[in-house]
C-alpha cells in the first residue's frame, strides 16, 4: 500500500460530500468521483491516464453515504492494481458494481432506520428531561461512532480490497440493528408519555390525547399520509377545547 | 438580526442534511433549539423540535426517494414560535400549535424544491463531463460542490420568510382572539400525540409497538402514581 496518508485523510475529507450533486441519472457518481481523485491524482502522474481513472468513476454510483466509504476505499485499492499494471482498468468497476447494493442494504438498515431514529428519540427525551446539554451529548455520541465506522471502512477497504466483506460482517450491523430499534421504541415511548403527561390537561384532554394516539398509530398502519393526520389532530384539539373540554 | 442568523443556520443545515456531513445536526431536536436561540427563545426550540423529530423519525430519503423536508420546515416553525412567543410575552404551547398548523406545508415544498434540483444536478453531470474531456479535471471535480448551492438558498430564502409569517399570524391571532389558546394549547396536545404514534410506525421492526407502548403505559402510570401520592 503506497497511499501517502494526507492523501487518505484528503479522501475521507471529500467522502463527506458523497451526496452533493446527488442526481437521477448517476445518483453520487459526481461525489464519487470527487472522493477518489486525491487518489488518483497520486497514483497516476501522468494527466490522460488520470484523466481515463476519473472519467470511468463518473459512471452510476448508488450505495449508504457512510457505507460508501468501504467501496471508496476498495477503490482505491484496485486502482492501486490497475496502475501497476496487475489488474484490469474494469476491475475497480466490478468491484463498486458489486458491492454498492448490498452496502446500501446493511447501512440503509442499520443507520437510517435504527441507529439515527434512537439517538432522535434519546435526544427528543434528553431535551424534555434535561434541556440542551442531552443534546449535545447526543450529538457527539453519535457522530462519534459515525465517524469512527466511516473512518473505519474506508481504511478497512483500501487495506483489504475484496476482503472487506469480511470485515463489515464482523460487525454484525444488521444484528444490531433490531436490538437498536427496539431500543428506540422504549426512548420514543418515554418521550411521548413525558409529552401526554404535560400537554394533556383535565379528563377530556387526556381522552383526546390517547385517542389522537392510538387513532393514529392504527391510521398511520393503514398508510394515510402524515400531514393529513397532523392537521386532523389539531383541529381535533381545537374542537375540544371550543366545545369547552380540558379545563 | 435574528432572522439573518435563522437564515444561514437553516441554509447550513439544509446542506448538512443529505449533501454534506450527515451528523444528526439538520434533525428537527436539534436544528429546533438552534432557530429558537437564533431568534431568542431557546425553550421554544427544544419543545418543537423534540415533538417534530418524533413525527419525523421515520423521515429518511432511500435511493431515488425522497422523504418530507423536515430541516425547512422546523427551521421556520421553531423561529416563528419564538418571534410569536416574544411578542406574546408566553403561551408557548398555543403559540407551538400555530406555528406547526402554518409551517408543516413546507416540508411539502422543500420535497418539491428538492427533487427539482436533483434533476438540475445532472446539468452539473454534463458539465462535469464536458470538462473532464476539454482536460480540466479540477474544475470537473468542482461541478460537485456546486450541487450544494441551490439547498443552501432554498432553506436560507424559505425558513426565515415563514418563520416572519408563523410569527405575524400567531401574534395576530392569539391577540385578537385570545380565548383560542385554550384550544390551541389542546390541538398542540393532539399533535404531540400522534408524533409519538408517527414515531412507533417508523421503526421498521415487529416488536417495536409493544416496546413503544410499554415504556409509554408504565412511565405515564408512574408519573400519576407519583402525583396521587403527592
Known amino acids: ?247 | 438580526m435574528g432572522l439573518l442568523v435563522l437564515a444561514a443556520v437553516a441554509g447550513l443545515a439544509a446542506v448538512e442534511r443529505r449533501g454534506f456531513l450527515q451528523a444528526m445536526l439538520s434533525r428537527p431536536v436539534i436544528l429546533g433549539p438552534l432557530c429558537g436561540l437564533a431568534l431568542g427563545d431557546l425553550g421554544a426550540g427544544l419543545l418543537l423540535g423534540a415533538v417534530l423529530e418524533l413525527l419525523f423519525l421515520g423521515a429518511v430519503s432511500l435511493g431515488a426517494s425522497m422523504a418530507l423536508h423536515e430541516t425547512v420546515a422546523t427551521a421556520a416553525i421553531a423561529g416563528g414560535a419564538a418571534l410569536a412567543g416574544q411578542r406574546l410575552g408566553g403561551q408557548q404551547v398555543a403559540v407551538a400549535a400555530l406555528a406547526v398548523a402554518v409551517g408543516l406545508p413546507l416540508a411539502i415544498a422543500g420535497r418539491l424544491a428538492e427533487a427539482a434540483f436533483d434533476k438540475g444536478n445532472q446539468r452539473l453531470d454534463e458539465r462535469a463531463r464536458r470538462l473532464l474531456l476539454a482536460g480540466d479535471a479540477r474544475g470537473a471535480m468542482r461541478c460537485n460542490l456546486l450541487g450544494l448551492a441551490a439547498p443552501f438558498a432554498l432553506s436560507a430564502l424559505l425558513a426565515p420568510l415563514g418563520a416572519a409569517a408563523i410569527g405575524a399570524a400567531a401574534t395576530l391571532l392569539l391577540t385578537a382572539v385570545p380565548r383560542l389558546a385554550r384550544p390551541l394549547e389542546l390541538a398542540f396536545a393532539a399533535f404531540a400525540a400522534l408524533a409519538c404514534a408517527a414515531a412507533a410506525r417508523s421503526l421498521r421492526t415487529a416488536r417495536a409497538p409493544f416496546f413503544f407502548f410499554g415504556s409509554a403505559g408504565t412511565l405515564l402510570v408512574i408519573l400519576a402514581l407519583g402525583r396521587l401520592h403527592r
Not at chain 1, 503506497?2 to 445518483?27: D, E, K
Not at chain 1, 468521483?33 to 494527466?47: G, K, Q, S, V
Not at chain 1, 392510538?214 to 399520509?225: E, N
Open chain 1, 1 to 247: 500500500m503506497s497511499l501517502a496518508p494526507h492523501t487518505l485523510a484528503r479522501v475521507f475529507w471529500r467522502c463527506l460530500f458523497l451526496q452533493a450533486a446527488w442526481n437521477p441519472r448517476g445518483m453520487q457518481n459526481l461525489g464519487f468521483a470527487y472522493a477518489i481523485d486525491p487518489a488518483l491524482r497520486e497514483l497516476y502522474p501522468d494527466p490522460a491516464a488520470r484523466q481515463a481513472a476519473l472519467a470511468r468513476h463518473l459512471g452510476f454510483f448508488n450505495s449508504h453515504p457512510y457505507m460508501a466509504a468501504a467501496i471508496v476505499g476498495g477503490a482505491i485499492h484496485h486502482e492501486e492494481r490497475v496502475a501497476r499494471g496487475e489488474e484490469a482498468a474494469d476491475q475497480p468497476l466490478t468491484y463498486k458494481a458489486t458491492l454498492q447494493g448490498p452496502l446500501a442494504a446493511v447501512g440503509d438498515g442499520f443507520f437510517w432506520t435504527a441507529l439515527r431514529p434512537a439517538f432522535g428519540a434519546a435526544a427528543a427525551l434528553g431535551a424534555l428531561v434535561l434541556g440542551w446539554p442531552a443534546l449535545v451529548a447526543a450529538v457527539l455520541l453519535y457522530n462519534a461512532v459515525h465517524l469512527w465506522l466511516r473512518f473505519r471502512l474506508l481504511r478497512d477497504g483500501y487495506l483489504h480490497g475484496d476482503e472487506v466483506v469480511l470485515d463489515i460482517r464482523a460487525l454484525c450491523l444488521p444484528a444490531w440493528a433490531d436490538r437498536v430499534r427496539l431500543t428506540a421504541a422504549v426512548l420514543a415511548g418515554l418521550a411521548a408519555a413525558l409529552l401526554v403527561d404535560r400537554s394533556a390537561g383535565g379528563l377530556a384532554g387526556g381522552l383526546l390525547t390517547a385517542g389522537a394516539a392510538v387513532a393514529g398509530f392504527y391510521l398511520l398502519g393503514r398508510k394515510a399520509p402524515l400531514l393529513p393526520l397532523a392537521y386532523a389532530a389539531l383541529l381535533a384539539g381545537v374542537a375540544v377545547g371550543l366545545l369547552g373540554g380540558g379545563s
